[in-house]
């Protein structure tokens, strides 16, 4: 049992590139997320999605795009990278969320730089 | 959208001795969580709480989710050097839109000096 794994660790890119960030999760999850982790900010939702086929915006969704096509997967991606995107990301899973509960499990991050 | 206060930001303090650290939010919530992220990991669940008033443990650490549903603290008792990281509060509203979503704070980053 993985949890949360993401790919890659580590990238860097040149400004206009574009890239692909993949999540993964054995848990069986309805929900997953994705978020940006920047020195004195705290963790920012970027976007979400609520199940198989089906995404929505976050707090910071500018420049990203994301696709659920299964339900234990959920891409990030990145059309035209910029140096403000440069950034720790995290994905996270949660169970479907009854009366509030969500306990958001997290993986180990994919640290970006744009150059 | 909903903040919450973290505090403090940071703190050293001694092996052994204990820490507290709280959350304070301008509304209510249903749900506080509490995460510790070590450097170059993801953060990790340490305790939920589900309900006001609720006090959970689980080992050195004890939450408590505040009576007014707009607070919470954890607390560390006899600190060790492994419990350095950064600490998060997190918060879920109450049902309807967004309660799927989290409410992060900033993190306390905590040192333990052997």
């Known amino acids: 049992n993985a949890g949360v794994t993401q790919t890659p660790k580590f990238r860097v890119l040149k400004t206009g590139q574009s890239m692909t960030l993949l999540c993964a999760q054995d848990?069986?999850?309805?929900?997953m997320y994705w978020y940006r982790q920047d020195p004195g900010m705290g963790l920012r939702l970027i976007h979400y999605?609520?199940?198989?086929?089906?995404?929505a915006k976050g707090e910071v969704p500018d420049g990203y795009n994301v696709s659920r096509l299964k339900k234990q997967n959920f891409l990030l991606g990145l059309e035209s990278a910029a140096p403000s995107q440069t950034s720790v990301y995290f994905c996270?899973?949660?169970?479907?969320?009854?009366?509030?509960?969500?306990?958001?499990?997290f993986g180990p991050g994919t640290r970006l730089t744009v150059l | 959208g909903q903040q919450l206060n973290q505090s403090p930001q940071s703190m050293f303090i001694q092996e052994g001795e204990d820490v507290s650290m709280n959350c304070t939010s301008s509304?209510?919530?249903?749900?506080w969580l509490w995460y510790k992220q070590d450097p170059g990991e993801g953060p990790v669940l340490l305790i939920a709480l589900y309900k006001a008033g609720e006090l959970t443990s689980n080992g050195r650490l004890t939450a408590q989710f505040g009576i007014t549903r707009k607070d919470s603290f954890l607390n560390i008792s006899a600190s060790i050097p492994s419990d350095v990281g950064i600490y998060f509060c997190a918060g879920t509203p109450p049902s309807g839109a967004g309660s799927y979503q989290l409410t992060f704070g900033k993190g306390t980053k905590l040192s333990v000096i052997p």
């Open positions: 999605s609520v199940g198989e086929g089906t995404t």
């Open positions: 996270a899973s949660s169970y479907s969320v009854t009366s509030g509960y969500n306990e958001q499990f």
């Open positions: 509304s209510i919530f249903n749900t």
């Open positions: 848990m069986n999850h309805e929900y």
